[in-house]
């Protein structure tokens, strides 16, 4: 399908971290370690050492946190926790995209995931739970992809595809 220039759609999320779970959970296993075994304090270069780069590796990684369609051209902008951003920019007819239902992980509960590729490499996974993307963001993304004309890939019969909702 052809893709008509005045078209503008806009998916923006509020970008959510773990320093706080950091913050909380190395220092109480180090003071747990402490209280178990008074030795333990002996360690306490490497677990600050730990916490500082957990500390830094967190607010460093870069996480999507809006996606802006217009003009026949598809706007990805990452963001980190110190205000950096980078922003990379495709071409909308090449996009394609595919909404699965999946897990993404061991633990996490099943969830539609949407990921948009461009000439069959995957330039973007926007899973719900994940960085504040929430699972009516993530249908917004595909139901607004499928509106605007993006082609839907198809890489195989070994996830089920997810519905639309409000399509």
Same mark, same amino acid.
């Given at each position: 399908?052809?893709?008509?220039?005045? &078209?503008?759609?806009?998916?923006?999320? @509020?970008?959510?971290?773990?320093?706080? %779970?950091?913050?909380?959970?190395?220092? =109480?296993?180090?003071? $747990?370690?402490?209280?178990?075994?008074? @030795?333990?304090?002996? /360690?306490?270069?490497?677990?600050? $050492?730990?916490? /500082? /780069? $957990?500390?830094?590796? =967190?607010?460093?990684?870069? !996480?999507?946190?809006?996606?802006? &369609?217009?003009?026949?051209?598809?706007?990805?902008?990452?963001?980190?926790?110190?205000?950096?951003?980078? &922003?990379?920019?495709?071409?909308? !007819?090449? $996009?394609?995209?595919? %909404?699965?239902?999946? +897990?993404?992980?061991? !633990?996490? !509960?099943?969830?539609?995931?949407?990921?948009? %590729?461009?000439?069959?490499?995957?330039?973007?996974?926007?899973?719900?739970?994940?960085?504040?993307?929430?699972?009516?963001?993530?249908?917004?993304?595909?139901?607004?992809?499928?509106?605007?004309?993006?082609? +839907?890939?198809?890489?195989? %019969?070994?996830?089920?595809?997810?519905?639309?909702?409000?399509?």
């Amino acid at each position: 399908m052809t893709q008509p220039d005045t &078209i503008a759609k806009s998916f923006r999320i @509020e970008l959510k971290t773990e320093i706080p %779970y950091w913050l909380i959970i190395l220092p =109480s296993l180090f003071l $747990l370690g402490i209280i178990t075994k008074p @030795e333990f304090i002996m /360690v306490w270069p490497f677990a600050l $050492l730990l916490t /500082v /780069v $957990l500390l830094f590796y =967190s607010a460093s990684t870069f !996480r999507l946190t809006s996606i802006d &369609i217009n003009k026949g051209e598809a706007i990805l902008t990452e963001t980190n926790l110190l205000k950096s951003k980078r &922003i990379k920019s495709y071409p909308v !007819r090449d $996009l394609q995209f595919t %909404y699965k239902i999946g +897990k993404p992980g061991l !633990r996490h !509960r099943v969830v539609n995931i949407c990921r948009l %590729y461009l000439k069959d490499k995957e330039v973007a996974s926007i899973i719900p739970d994940h960085d504040g993307w929430t699972d009516d963001t993530v249908n917004d993304l595909a139901k607004g992809l499928a509106s605007l004309g993006v082609a +839907k890939k198809f890489i195989g %019969y070994g996830s089920k595809d997810a519905e639309i909702n409000g399509l």
